[in-house]
């Protein structure tokens, strides 16, 4: 009994010893390393453990003020890099801030566990640092300078006159890796490293042997007088790749196509081809009247990838059978974010008809004319059921409206007239009624032809307008409304009438111009021009035939017939007219 009591008293003792030196023994490792870093710890190679704060960071400049230069070299050549050269400034305290944190921010299970680690198998940190970056780039560049050999691409070229393919074996070269060689110094600066750095080479190998100057001479061979054709149909253009382009995409090895080189042909494309899409936007000026609107639209994006693709296979093709065949250019099409049908309540939801003229040649006061009167016409609405006037809507024609004086026609004759001009601006809007298909109900063809209203369009397809007549008139028949819209460019001498409304799905037919009765001009005309200086002559009429003229036009919706008429125009034959000038001082 004795014995088993003896035996439990230095059991219980044994027990509390136990638990008593490890607890001493940590107390001891506390009050040892408190204020200092714990054991294994190390920055930039330097141990700094057992040290306070102020000690290690005493420590690391004397490293630290160790280093004053870097060494770069290349084969026998060096180029000493002073790091004042490039700012740098080393950061001492936050430098020993995460030695220090070891074993002393996380929760206690944590801390004891990098304790541990760091005495078994120790810890390592860089130096945290500034330098200047600009200054760094700049002192790379200049090292990069005195090494740099560009290489020569091969040349695959055409020889027109022979029609040989000519090919250029090109030359090596090589070039310094700036990010790779920026991160050696990185670290050398990180580790204090006065050991020399080796600029990172990076070795461009395009020079072409004789055998592979033969394989691509066949090749190129393959592809004189042919040709790739892209169509674009959102822009209406073609690009037209011939041979001489298609034969600089030819990889000189390995029997490839120069992808690079076709990418950066179709990133051109897509500038030329890509659009934004447009938000539909509408704003009221006065009732019937709108002073902003932009109809939605569509926009695109060329897939590049996928026409890179497309255009590398048609190569494959080519090269392999000589088949050509024309590409469509592949586009995504964006969606407006706000549709047209949005923004108005009126029925406007989609273009229904497009009139178009050019007047290249004209004066300025009858420009100005042109202008102002299509200006008036902007944002006109037209409600369902009304008759449109364009003698009502544009108002007075005359010097006391801001009309200037240009040539118009009047009793057979050409003379000086308020407003000249104006009948081109009705004129558009006729052929943009026509091809909305509304009904017609008055106009009135000019008594001559005029060479302005056949630039780029058929003769008769005019409408003249004279105050108070005769007019321009057509009724809105469609169930909503519809709104004029009109676009003048000065630059490109163009004008343009847009309708918007709602579409009900009828389709316009509009037949050639048939010309009968033909008449030659009278001799030419000249009329003296006090605004223009003595001996100038400027033709402003250009001569034109006389003859009687004809077109069908039919507007049907399904099996129903909505209009169906022929217009007639009897054009005077009309002579050549010349401003001469009389113009003293």
């Not at 944590?110 to 640092?129: H, I, P, S, T, V």
């Not at 050549?576 to 000038?581: E, I, P, S």
């Amino acid at each position: 009994m004795n014995k088993i009591k003896l035996s439990k008293w230095w059991f219980k003792r044994l027990v509390i010893l136990g638990l008593l030196v490890p607890g001493v023994i940590l107390v001891t490792f506390e009050v040892k390393y408190w204020q200092r870093v714990y054991p294994g710890l190390a920055i930039a190679g330097t141990d700094v453990g057992g040290l306070t704060k102020k000690e290690a960071e005493v420590k690391l400049k004397k490293k630290t003020d160790s280093l004053k230069t870097l060494i770069l070299g290349w084969g026998v050549n060096q180029w000493p890099l002073p790091l004042e050269l490039i700012g740098l400034k080393y950061d001492l305290e936050n430098s020993v801030g995460p030695a220090w944190d070891i074993g002393r921010r996380g929760k206690w299970i944590e801390n004891l566990r990098q304790k541990f680690e760091a005495g078994k198998n120790g810890m390592r940190f860089d130096l945290k640092y500034e330098w200047d970056s600009e200054k760094v780039a700049a002192a790379i560049a200049t090292v990069a300078a005195q090494i740099d050999l560009p290489a020569k691409e091969p040349e695959i070229t055409l020889d027109k006159l022979s029609g040989q393919v000519l090919v250029t074996s090109g030359e090596n070269g090589y070039w310094v890796n700036r990010e790779a060689l920026e991160k050696k110094l990185d670290k050398a600066v990180k580790t204090v490293s006065n050991n020399r750095i080796d600029v990172p080479i990076v070795r461009l190998l395009p020079k072409l042997t004789s055998d592979e100057i033969s394989i691509v001479k066949d090749r190129g061979q393959k592809l004189v007088g042919k040709k790739l054709v892209l169509a674009a149909p959102e822009v209406g253009q073609n690009w037209e790749i011939n041979d001489e382009q298609l034969l600089t995409w030819l990889e000189g090895r390995d029997g490839i196509w120069r992808k690079d080189k076709i990418a950066a042909w179709v990133e051109q494309l897509a500038h030329a081809v890509d659009k934004p899409a447009q938000d539909a936007s509408f704003r009221f000026v006065e009732p019937g009247r709108v002073e902003e609107f932009k109809p939605a639209k569509d926009g695109f994006r060329v897939k590049q990838p996928e026409m890179i693709n497309k255009i590398t296979e048609s190569l494959w093709r080519l090269e392999q059978s000589g088949q050509t065949n024309d590409l469509t250019v592949e586009a995504e099409i964006i969606k407006p974010g706000t549709e047209t049908a949005q923004v108005n309540d009126l029925g406007i939801n989609e273009l229904i008809g497009m009139g178009e003229s050019w007047f290249s040649g004209s004066i300025t006061n009858r420009i100005f004319n042109l202008r102002k009167a299509a200006e008036m016409l902007n944002g006109v609405l037209v409600a369902p059921g009304e008759t449109f006037s364009f003698n009502e809507r544009v108002g007075e024609v005359s010097a006391d409206t801001g009309y200037k004086q240009a040539y118009i026609i009047k009793e057979g004759k050409t003379i000086l007239g308020d407003g000249g001009g104006v009948c081109q601006v009705s004129t558009t809007l006729f052929r943009a009624v026509l091809n909305a298909g509304l009904p017609i109900e008055e106009r009135v063809a000019h008594a001559y032809r005029v060479r302005y209203y056949e630039e780029k369009y058929q003769v008769g397809f005019d409408a003249t307008v004279f105050q108070p007549s005769p007019d321009f008139k057509f009724k809105n028949d469609t169930p909503g409304h519809v709104l004029i819209q009109t676009e003048f460019s000065e630059r490109d001498k163009h004008l343009v009438f847009k309708l918007y409304g709602t579409s009900d799905g009828r389709l316009v037919n509009l037949s050639k111009s048939r010309v009968w009765e033909v008449v030659a001009p009278p001799p030419d005309l000249y009329i003296d021009d006090a605004t223009l200086p003595a001996g100038t002559v400027k033709q402003t009429e250009h001569a034109a035939w006389g003859a009687k003229v004809a077109f069908d036009w039919k507007v049907t919706r399904g099996e129903e017939v909505l209009q169906e008429r022929t217009f007639y125009s009897n054009y005077r034959s009309w002579q050549a007219v010349y401003l001469r000038g009389t113009k003293t001082n």
